[in-house]
């Protein structure tokens, strides 16, 4: 999961702003309520090499932040490490 993309594309589309006191308090408020009210999954992950949203994932068993989706995990070449597809 790519949580600093994540992160900053939810804070786009929400016209989230951090650039003074004021308005990060009132962004980090927002997003408070967005995570406590949200009925979304909250953790979406997305592939490395192709960049879309994986439903069915494979992740790197050494590397920190590496997931492929299935179309990529299958197409050649592969990732130099292990890949472990997780249970949800």
Do not use: W
């Amino acid at each position: 999961m790519d949580t600093g993309n994540v992160f900053l594309s939810f804070a786009c589309d929400k016209n989230y702003e951090f650039s003074s006191l004021r308005r990060a308090k009132f962004s980090t408020m927002g997003l408070l309520y967005e995570l406590h009210t949200s009925t979304t999954e909250k953790f979406i992950y997305s592939c490395n090499t192709c960049r879309q949203q994986c439903d069915i994932r494979y992740h790197c068993t050494i590397c920190e932040d590496f997931d492929l989706c299935e179309k990529c995990y299958n197409m050649k070449p592969k990732h130099e490490h292990n890949m472990e597809r997780p249970i949800s």
